[in-house]
């Protein structure tokens, strides 16, 4: 008996010894180098305030570079209304030197540099290209035929807004997104996609938003503007026929980054470089249009003769970079901050523009064209608000999402 006593006694020491001689585990904070701790702190740090100065950067590119480029093209249209030709194709060619460096190769057999494999087919953007360039020339003849541009901006500002596109989708939508209503029937007759009743109530209240402001016809400061009400008419149906281009160009954007994958770069490139051979056939228009403004009276005295001549140019310049810097920024907020807050903002910088317009260019305004902006802005927020944060919300798809291909295409 007292062996058999003597063994639990013996374990029972063997496991106090073992519990005693176990290695007690070290503080994780204890660790830690006291340097690296530092280290965290001091990134923690940066990023924060590296985040409060790019916010207000971001802000001043939406802000000024969006109402900058507005005041700038307002101001040529002012100079010649003829200018819409030559502005189209002075965007075109800017925006495709710009893209050009990330498209080109150097090979070593050749001196001469070559344009690198593409991910979509040609055909794909062929017919982006007419689409494209067709309903920007129609944007810009619009006010050769007195449509002022408070009427214009609510017409752009009832289109899609960017923050309830994909990424990829910001750059190309930007400036002419289709309108509410044009999206809607496209995306229910040839996507497959479903609205919500709140959906649709906001888009017919923005659509009614446009009707007003439209039939308003706010009375130009200068007598010689005054055309007849068919010449109205035939702007705003340019306006009309460029938002359902839009529409269809939107479209076919969607369905080609849903089978090929997120290539807006890409995009953006070829739709505006394969469009320079169509203005070969608006060549007087182009030569018209920059003679026009060689021949601008020197309105800045303030400024030595010799570079009075050269205001005009320096306004066109101005016109193509501030849109560079307003797409920027807009892509920038896009990834820093909620839709909404991305719509919030838009819509706060399309008012001021509208506003800026009456103020600084003297453009008519009235109280239907006020109730009809109202509408419009009003209606948008309402459609970002019931669309949800990623602006998917409401809206479905009976389409199941293709395959990326990521073959390259020759």
Same mark, same amino acid.
């Given at each position: 008996?007292?062996?058999?006593?003597?063994? @639990?006694k013996?374990?029972?020491?063997? =496991?106090?010894?073992?519990?005693?001689s176990?290695?007690?585990?070290?503080?994780?904070?204890?660790?830690?180098?006291r340097?690296?701790?530092?280290?965290?702190k001091?990134? $923690?740090?940066?990023?924060a305030?590296?985040?409060?100065?790019?916010? @207000?950067?971001?802000l001043?590119?939406? &802000?000024?570079?969006?109402?900058?480029?507005?005041?700038s093209?307002?101001?040529?249209?002012?100079?010649n209304?003829?200018?819409?030709t030559t502005?189209? &194709?002075?965007?075109?060619?800017?925006?495709?030197?710009?893209?050009?460096p990330?498209f080109?190769?150097?090979?070593?057999?050749?001196?001469?540099p070559?344009?690198? @494999?593409?991910?979509?087919?040609?055909a794909?953007w062929?017919?982006?290209?007419?689409?494209?360039?067709?309903?920007s020339?129609?944007?810009?003849?619009?006010?050769?035929?007195?449509v002022?541009?408070t009427v214009?901006?609510?017409?752009?500002?009832a289109g899609?807004?960017?923050?309830?596109?994909?990424?990829?989708?910001?750059?190309?939508q930007?400036?002419?997104?289709p309108?509410?209503?044009v999206?809607?029937?496209?995306?229910?007759?040839?996507?497959?996609?479903?609205y919500?009743v709140?959906?649709?109530?906001?888009?017919?209240?923005?659509s009614?938003?446009?009707v007003?402001?439209?039939?308003?016809?706010?009375?130009?400061?200068?007598?010689?503007?005054?055309?007849?009400p068919w010449?109205?008419?035939?702007?705003?149906?340019?306006?009309t026929?460029?938002?359902?281009?839009?529409?269809?160009l939107?479209?076919?954007?969607?369905?080609?980054?849903?089978?090929?994958? @997120?290539?807006?770069?890409e995009?953006?490139f070829?739709t505006?470089f394969?469009?320079?051979?169509?203005f070969? &056939?608006?060549?007087?228009?182009?030569?018209?249009? &920059?003679?026009?403004l060689?021949?601008q009276?020197a309105?800045?005295a303030?400024?030595?003769?010799l570079?009075?001549p050269?205001?005009?140019?320096?306004?066109l310049?101005?016109?193509?970079?501030?849109?560079?810097?307003?797409?920027?920024?807009?892509?920038?907020?896009?990834?820093r901050?909620?839709s909404?807050?991305t719509?919030?903002?838009?819509?706060?910088?399309?008012a001021?523009?509208?506003?800026? =317009?009456?103020?600084w260019f003297?453009?008519?305004?009235?109280?239907?064209l006020?109730?009809g902006?109202g509408?419009?802005?009003?209606?948008?927020l309402?459609?970002?608000?019931? =669309?949800?944060?990623?602006?998917?919300g409401s809206?479905?798809s009976t389409?199941?999402?293709?395959?990326?291909?990521?073959?390259? $295409?020759?």
């Amino acid at each position: 008996m007292s062996a058999r006593k003597a063994t @639990p006694k013996g374990k029972r020491k063997q =496991s106090a010894q073992t519990t005693h001689s176990a290695p007690v585990p070290a503080d994780t904070n204890a660790s830690v180098p006291r340097s690296e701790n530092v280290e965290t702190k001091a990134a $923690v740090a940066k990023a924060a305030v590296t985040s409060l100065v790019d916010f @207000p950067l971001v802000l001043s590119l939406v &802000f000024g570079g969006c109402c900058a480029n507005v005041w700038s093209y307002e101001s040529l249209l002012k100079m010649n209304a003829q200018l819409g030709t030559t502005l189209t &194709f002075s965007q075109m060619v800017f925006i495709t030197l710009h893209s050009l460096p990330s498209f080109i190769t150097w090979s070593g057999r050749s001196s001469l540099p070559r344009l690198k @494999p593409r991910q979509v087919p040609f055909a794909r953007w062929a017919a982006q290209v007419l689409v494209l360039t067709t309903g920007s020339l129609l944007n810009n003849w619009a006010y050769a035929y007195n449509v002022p541009l408070t009427v214009q901006i609510v017409f752009r500002s009832a289109g899609t807004f960017p923050a309830l596109l994909p990424l990829h989708l910001i750059n190309a939508q930007l400036s002419r997104g289709p309108g509410l209503a044009v999206s809607m029937l496209f995306g229910y007759a040839f996507m497959k996609k479903r609205y919500s009743v709140a959906q649709i109530a906001a888009v017919v209240f923005v659509s009614i938003g446009v009707v007003v402001a439209t039939l308003s016809r706010p009375s130009s400061p200068h007598a010689s503007d005054a055309a007849s009400p068919w010449r109205y008419s035939t702007g705003v149906l340019m306006l009309t026929v460029s938002l359902l281009l839009t529409g269809v160009l939107g479209m076919l954007q969607e369905l080609t980054y849903s089978k090929y994958g @997120p290539c807006w770069k890409e995009g953006v490139f070829y739709t505006h470089f394969l469009s320079l051979p169509i203005f070969l &056939f608006l060549t007087e228009d182009i030569k018209a249009g &920059f003679h026009s403004l060689a021949k601008q009276p020197a309105s800045a005295a303030a400024l030595p003769a010799l570079f009075a001549p050269l205001v005009p140019y320096i306004v066109l310049a101005a016109n193509l970079v501030t849109q560079l810097i307003c797409v920027s920024g807009v892509n920038q907020l896009t990834s820093r901050v909620s839709s909404v807050s991305t719509n919030l903002v838009l819509t706060t910088r399309k008012a001021i523009s509208l506003c800026f =317009s009456v103020w600084w260019f003297g453009n008519g305004w009235n109280t239907q064209l006020g109730a009809g902006a109202g509408m419009v802005f009003l209606g948008s927020l309402l459609y970002t608000l019931v =669309s949800g944060p990623a602006g998917s919300g409401s809206v479905s798809s009976t389409r199941s999402p293709r395959r990326l291909r990521k073959k390259k $295409v020759q």
